[in-house]
């Protein structure tokens, strides 16, 4: 089974107190809705942050989220259902916010100039680079990347977060990772498989 | 399990916000709470008709200087070019209208219509008398020689008395309400400059509370 019904990654425990914020939340509860906050705004705030590559706007975003949550908690079933519930907004969102504001402009992956060597020899270099990498995909194809990667979520669960076809999902990871791949290997010198 | 699906593990891993995020939350949530009370209909109307007291004081001196200039119009003598006409024709040269003063100070309309009730035939006199005001309209043929010298005589009159002179009374009634339009722009000018100054003191709104 897929989706948010089964795709829970919490500890029994910690899903059992979500339950009880959420029930409590829902009640007008605001400790409750803050504990709600504290569990999940690494997710919500990590998924905005390396979609937008701004903190400051992945803050703001993440904050409208729980707003919006707030005001829908009547709607959320179980914790697992608010873990879907949150990831979905959060990736629209995002996607909106780069439509709407159009920040940095879309260029092709083979347009991106390769990191230099010596930038890539340390991990963290690579890791930036990467996400430099990442950054210049389409829209969609980034938050497949980032909910694959991040969230670690199977191409069916990202397509019902995203509402597209398992296909195209499937169709966006191999391309992209073939691009990535292919620029990678090509700036360090190795194969990256 | 490839490399570079490793590498983007690791690029990709969860980071946290500040650590103040909640609180943030909580903060713009209660913000968000707090009910605003959204004006009525009718608050709205009377929002736009407020006013600081300095432009309520304009207003009302506006509203008098008006009712002074609308005063002032009706008191005015009626506009020159009807109770002009009979005595520019009274002193024309030659007019036989001169030889009836009664006649003369009657507008040419109420001739009109004497004769029509009268039932009297156009003499060298009304016919005369018509030509000032319906010029080639009057008729040639009861009167041939004379009526047509008395007719081209008269033809500068009648252009003369079609733009008739305004009289010292209106011109000086003219003035007064150009100078009271003046004043009531100058008031007006005073007015507008008054409200756009007190509106950033009195409107200003407020900063929107940034983290």
Redesign the interface.
Same mark, same amino acid.
């Given at each position: 089974m897929v989706g948010w019904e089964g795709t829970t990654t919490l500890e029994q425990a910690t899903e059992a107190r979500i339950e009880q914020a959420l029930a409590r939340s829902a009640a007008g509860d605001?400790l409750a %809705? $803050?504990e709600i &906050?504290?569990q999940h705004?690494?997710?919500v705030? =990590?998924l905005a942050?390396?979609f937008l590559r701004d903190r400051w706007l $992945? /803050?703001e975003l $993440?904050?409208e989220v %729980?707003?919006n949550l707030?005001q829908n908690l009547s709607a959320i079933k179980s914790p697992a259902h608010l873990t879907f519930w949150l990831r979905k907004v959060t990736a629209h969102r995002s996607i909106d916010q780069t439509r709407r504001q159009k920040v940095r402009p879309q260029v092709s992956l083979d347009d991106v100039p390769e990191p230099a060597a010596h930038h890539v020899e340390e991990?963290f270099m690579? =890791? /930036?680079a *990467?996400?430099r990498l &990442?950054e210049t995909l389409p829209e969609k194809a980034r938050m497949v @990347? @980032?909910l694959?990667?991040?969230e670690?979520l199977e191409p069916a669960e990202i397509s019902k977060v995203l509402d597209m076809p398992v296909n195209t999902v499937k169709s966006h990871l191999r391309r992209s990772?073939a691009l *990535?791949?292919d620029k *990678?290997s090509r700036s360090l010198g190795e194969a *990256? &498989? | 399990m490839s490399r570079l699906d490793d590498e983007l593990k690791i690029a990709f891993q969860r980071q946290e916000p500040p650590a103040d995020f909640a609180a943030h939350v909580l903060a713009r949530l209660n913000e968000a709470s707090v009910p605003q009370a959204r004006p009525t209909v009718w608050q709205r109307l009377a929002s736009v008709f407020a006013m600081p007291r300095l432009g309520y004081a304009a207003v009302g001196a506006m509203a008098l200087l008006l009712i002074i200039i609308g005063i002032a119009l009706l008191r005015s003598p009626r506009p020159a070019g009807v109770e002009n006409n009979a005595p520019q024709v009274a002193i024309s040269p030659g007019n036989p209208a001169s030889e009836k003063p009664a006649a003369g100070n009657a507008t040419p309309e109420q001739n009109a219509s004497d004769k029509l009730k009268s039932g009297q035939p156009e003499d060298g006199t009304n016919a005369s008398l018509s030509s000032t005001t319906a010029g080639h309209h009057a008729e040639p043929s009861s009167r041939p020689g004379g009526s047509h010298r008395l007719i081209s005589h008269r033809a500068p009159v009648v252009a003369q008395q079609s733009q008739p002179q305004p009289s010292a009374e209106a011109l000086a009634a003219k003035e007064k309400v150009l100078f009271a339009l003046q004043i009531t722009s100058e008031t007006l000018n005073d007015v507008q400059r008054v409200i756009s100054d007190d509106r950033p003191q009195d409107e200003k709104p407020e900063p929107v509370q940034k983290r």
């Open positions: 605001q %809705f $803050a &906050v504290r705004q690494g997710m705030f =990590s942050y390396h $992945a /803050e $993440a904050q %729980f707003l707030h991990d690579l =890791s /930036e *990467l996400r &990442v @990347i @980032i694959r990667y991040q670690d990772l *990535l791949r *990678l *990256l &498989v | -």
